[in-house]
């Protein structure tokens, strides 16, 4: 057996769950979401709690099993708490800013670049208080989404190994490697 395809979902108070075949709906105090999920796999409501059952113990079902209890665990969460992905915009010069909803980056290009928030993201930016480093708060209700803006936008400039310059993830560690002068005292 799975063990976290079967590991039961607690829905929270003010949270309405509705499963019609496989199509699943998730409504919550942040907003819906709605995902067509594999047929094969069975989801029913017990008691507040969202179970997701399997048909068999093949392959490409036990593989279904513990994918299909993330992807509705995930909406559940969504709905209540949100995701947040934070990015720190990292070089001398290299600056984050908003103009309305759209961001603008300013990381050692000719000219900025503006990005526009794909439906249901919202950006924010501000500054870290000791280093005065710009960060980037990436937010919304549906993880997937939330994820793929964050990586475009790290994608503009991503981090370099030798001086650590670019947009990078906050919980990133980038490798550094040692410079031309770090190699001729090696010798």
Do not use: W
């Not at 008691?47 to 509705?72: N, Y």
């Not at 050692?108 to 870290?128: A, L, N």
């Not at 503009?156 to 031309?180: C, F, L, N």
């Amino acid at each position: 057996m799975s063990r976290v395809g079967s590991l039961p979902i607690d829905v929270p108070q003010g949270v309405d769950v509705h499963i019609e075949d496989s199509n699943v709906t998730v409504k919550g105090p942040r907003g819906t979401l709605a995902r067509n999920l594999h047929p094969d796999m069975t989801i029913r409501i017990d008691d507040s709690r969202i179970l997701v059952e399997r048909p068999s113990d093949g392959k490409t079902h036990r593989s279904l099993h513990g994918l299909t209890r993330t992807l509705v665990a995930n909406m559940v969460e969504g709905v209540t708490n949100g995701y947040q992905k934070t990015l720190q915009v990292v070089g001398v010069g290299y600056r984050a800013q908003m103009s309305g909803n759209t961001l603008t980056l300013q990381v050692g290009y000719s000219h900025p670049v503006e990005i526009t928030p794909k439906p249901g993201i919202e950006f924010e930016v501000g500054q870290e208080v000791n280093t005065r480093m710009p960060f980037i708060i990436v937010r919304g209700i549906d993880k997937e989404i939330v994820g793929q803006q964050a990586a475009e936008i790290r994608k503009v400039r991503p981090p370099e190994p030798y001086k650590g310059k670019g947009i990078k993830y906050s919980t990133e560690v980038i490798r550094r490697k040692a410079g031309k002068a770090g190699k001729a005292a090696a010798k």
